[in-house]
Structures are given as structure tokens and as C-alpha cells.
């Protein structure tokens, strides 16, 4: 009598799960940790909007209330698991915006904080190294769109059944 010994390679689903999960929390903490500040001081978060000199002053109010909510609400639905393919969009898409705000800024010259984690007027001037930051932040935010579509592929991939 043959037994057969059935070993489970790196791609087992459950693996898989595991690890998105950490990528989950990963994520959902990195935003629901920069939305606390900004939603502690609105008042220092709309003045760091403003150091930017990108958006009109009329939206910076707007922003500056409304931004914060977006990253906790974003961040918490990352952790718990919510709207996964929406959540892990709003999280790359408003990093990539975040980083063209950088990188315009300081191409522009402007000597400002970021006020990505803290709104804290007297911490460290952005630099380049901030961009990267930022960019070591998105890296794992797009790795995350095939770890996702091999656990659970979004209704435009599904085969219909006939």
C-alpha cells in the first residue's frame, strides 16, 4: 500500500490569506495613523494644505476637515476587510496624490512640512527622502492588487455562468 504525502507549496489560498490580511493591516494602519493628528488640529492641517499652494483657498477648509475622515474611514475598512478592491484604491490613489504634491512642491522650492503624519509646524522640513517615504508606502499598496486578484477577483473578472 502507497502512501501519497501531500505538501502544500507557497501558493496555497490560505497563505495567501494570510498574508493579504497583514497587508490589510499594514496599510489600514499607516492611514488611520496619519488621519489622527489631522483630525486632532484641523486648524494646522488646513495651514499645511495652504503651505502647498496648490488648491484654491475656498477648498482648503474642505479638505482639511474631510481628508482626515477619508484616510480613518479608508484605513479602518482596510483593517477590517470592508470594500476590499475600493479601499486599497482610495489608499494607492491618495498616495499617489500625495506624492505629486510633494514632488511639485519641492520642485517648486517650497520649504514647508508635509504634514502627512504630524501637523506639527516645527518638525522636519519635506526632502526627498519624504518622496521616497511616501513611495516605500505605495509599493506595498500596488503588490496588493495581485495578491487580491488571486483571493477574490472583482465582479468585472468573474465568468458568468451560463
Known amino acids: ?26 496599510l489600514g494602519g499607516i492611514f488611520i495613523y496619519a488621519s489622527i493628528d489631522k483630525i486632532l488640529h484641523p ?5 499645511a494644505i495652504v503651505n502647498y499652494k496648490i488648491l484654491p483657498r475656498v477648498m482648503v477648509n474642505f479638505f482639511a476637515i474631510t481628508l482626515p475622515w477619508v484616510e480613518l474611514i479608508g484605513g479602518t475598512f482596510l483593517i ?3 470594500f476590499e478592491w475600493a479601499s486599497v484604491t482610495l489608499y494607492n490613489g491618495l498616495m499617489i496624490v500625495f506624492m505629486v504634491a ?14 502627512c503624519f504630524t501637523v506639527d509646524p516645527d518638525v522636519g522640513k519635506m526632502n526627498w527622502f519624504t518622496f521616497l517615504r511616501d ?5 506595498p499598496g500596488l503588490a496588493a492588487y495581485p495578491l487580491l486578484f488571486r483571493l477574490r477577483r472583482p465582479p468585472i473578472f468573474k465568468q ?3
Do not use: D, Y
Not at 486648524?43 to 495651514?47: L, S, V
Not at 513611495?135 to 509599493?139: E, G, P
Open 102 to 115: 510633494i514632488a511639485t512642491s519641492l520642485a517648486r522650492g517650497l520649504n514647508i512640512t508635509c504634514g
Open 80 to 82: 477590517v476587510g470592508i
Open 43 to 47: 486648524a494646522q492641517f488646513a495651514q
Open 135 to 139: 513611495l516605500s508606502m505605495l509599493i
Open 1 to 26: 500500500m502507497r502512501t501519497f504525502v501531500v505538501m502544500k507549496n507557497s501558493s496555497n489560498p490560505e497563505w495567501i490569506e494570510w498574508l493579504w490580511r497583514l497587508v490589510r493591516l499594514v
Open 160 to 162: 458568468r455562468q451560463v
